[in-house]
């Protein structure tokens, strides 16, 4: 297995196209969209249900949804025009978007759940096939600048989707917010359809995996079927085995602090809760922008990507802040460690995906598909057993057993990758 600073071609120094900044800012608006939606559509369903469980079932049919459409993406990817398949995506959700918004009061919750799938589906899917695209888009060897400058521009996004939504559902209520929403996808696709870069190898081009991935042949997943091409891809490729399961955990840990945070904003300030939590997530946005900075300005000017070490030690640092954000901590130290999260997330976003990229174009679908499920699965296990254990436990105790696990295997893999570099 390579080591997590790989050395890379002198050509990482040069610049991306200059339309790839224009994807960028269009996935930064579709993030953006997704995080306003999430959070107007679960109020929508909390108001239409008159209960928590009707946010409850919205969460975890869209959920449902991701896993679902992570399952089928590798195969899609593979056999569809991509280009079409984020904008075919983009335009499902603006769709959807709009059709609840539409929808009278009797049928909001009958046409809100089925949707609710089409919504995590799409998204999963349209992930997936622009993280598969990426290396065709600005070549192998400038991936991972790419990766830095998209996770950058969505975690801001993100940040200003979860901070706007209060505000757009309370001056312009649900029906104006998830038209803005609407509004967000139809840019997104409108920009990918108008992209003038290839998502996909020219057909004479033949990928060629890295070594340390071994070698399936093309006829081996068609032997078995489509159904197994994922298996085949894990026993190519057992690193994105390990992966995923380290993102499956993360994601029950993500759970558990998305939950659990709220608690515990209200248990330090109930007069002003929302101020700790925006406080918060600004702070984590700072971090998430740094990792992007020390990618792109240090990591790569030197000829180093990040690898698989990176990811473990991304993983220790986010999961290990995420706990000690729980212990009550003074503003200056929580500061801190709010930052430390932030970076310790984005530099495991940047490393996984620069990594999965690695892998030969036929199975990179394959591998990014299983990644969007597990994660899908780890937040949804996790939303349903964090919320019942937070009414028996601290926030502190359960998010520091659901974060503790993936600093468990993350330092196991980290072990693992560390001896087989020196073999």
Excluded at 268 to 273: I, L, T
Excluded at 310 to 315: I, P, V
């Amino acid at each position: 297995m390579p080591d997590t600073a790989q050395q890379v071609p002198h050509q990482t120094t040069e610049k991306l196209p200059r339309v790839f900044y224009r994807l960028a800012l269009g996935d930064a608006l579709s993030t953006y969209g997704s995080q306003l939606d999430l959070v107007a559509l679960s109020l929508f369903a909390y108001e239409a249900a008159g209960n928590a469980l009707g946010t409850a079932g919205y969460l975890i049919l869209r959920l449902t949804g991701g896993f679902a459409g992570g399952m089928v993406a590798g195969r899609l990817v593979a056999r569809v025009d991509r280009r079409r398949l984020m904008t075919g995506c983009a335009l499902a959700q603006a769709v959807a978007l709009v059709v609840v918004a539409l929808a009278p009061v009797s049928a909001r919750i009958p046409v809100l759940y089925p949707l609710a799938l089409v919504f995590g589906g799409a998204a999963a899917v349209c992930a997936v096939a622009l993280r598969t695209s990426i290396p065709e888009m600005v070549g192998a060897e400038r991936r991972a600048r790419a990766n830095s400058l998209m996770a950058s521009c969505r975690s801001a996004a993100m940040v200003l989707g979860f901070a706007s939504a209060g505000v757009v559902v309370a001056w312009a209520g649900f029906r104006a917010a998830l038209l803005i929403d609407a509004s967000s996808f139809v840019v997104f696709a409108a920009v990918v359809v108008r992209l003038p870069l290839r998502t996909r190898p020219e057909p004479a081009e033949q990928p060629v995996e890295a070594a340390e991935d071994g070698a399936v042949e093309t006829g081996k997943a068609k032997r078995f079927g489509s159904r197994w091409q994922a298996l085949i891809v894990l026993r190519a490729a057992p690193v994105v085995g390990a992966m995923a399961a380290i993102r499956l955990l993360d994601a029950f840990g993500s759970a558990a602090h998305n939950i659990g945070l709220p608690v515990f904003a209200n248990q330090h300030d109930p007069g002003n809760p929302a101020a700790l939590l925006g406080m918060f997530w600004a702070t984590w946005a700072v971090g998430n922008l740094g990792a992007q900075q020390l990618v792109s300005r240090l990591m790569l000017r030197r000829g180093i990507e990040p690898g698989e070490r990176a990811f473990a030690l991304g993983t220790c640092l986010m999961s290990g802040c995420f706990i000690l954000i729980f212990t009550g901590l003074p503003t200056p130290l929580f500061l801190l460690v709010a930052i430390g999260a932030g970076f310790g997330d984005g530099f495991t976003e940047i490393s996984y995906t620069t990594r999965i990229q690695a892998l030969a174009d036929e199975r990179r679908g394959q591998a990014f598909g299983l990644l969007a499920s597990a994660e899908n699965v780890g937040m949804g296990t996790g939303m349903l057993l964090s919320g019942t254990l937070l009414s028996l436990l601290s926030p502190l105790t359960v998010v520091g057993v659901s974060h503790a696990v993936p600093i468990v295997l993350a330092l196991g893999f980290l072990v693992h990758v560390t001896r087989s570099r020196k073999r």
